[in-house]
C-alpha cells in the first residue's frame, strides 16, 4: 500500500503508507504542502480523491479502494 484514503465525514483524509506515495505526492504538490501531506493531515473531497486515486494508481502506487460513504447497516 502506498496511499491510503481515510474516510473523514464527506471528506477524505491523504496518508502516504510508503516512500513511493510519499515520493509521488511530492511530484504532484508543491513543496509548501510536503509536511502536512506526509504527515496525513491533508483532507479533500471525494472528487478529489477519486481523480488523485485514478492519477496514482496508472503512476503504478498501490491504494486502497475509496471507503463508502454509506454507512453499513447490521441486521
Do not use: K, Y
Not at 40 to 58: C, K, N, P, Q
Amino acid at each position: 500500500m502506498d496511499l491510503r484514503l481515510l474516510a473523514e465525514g464527506p471528506s477524505f483524509r491523504l496518508v502516504p503508507a510508503s516512500v513511493h506515495g510519499i515520493l509521488w505526492l511530492q511530484t504532484h504538490f508543491e513543496s509548501e504542502h510536503w509536511e502536512l501531506l506526509a504527515e496525513g493531515h491533508v483532507i479533500v473531497s471525494r472528487t478529489d480523491a477519486e481523480t488523485l486515486m485514478f492519477d496514482a494508481s496508472a503512476a503504478g502506487l498501490s491504494m486502497n479502494p475509496l471507503p463508502s460513504l454509506i454507512p453499513t447497516q447490521h441486521s
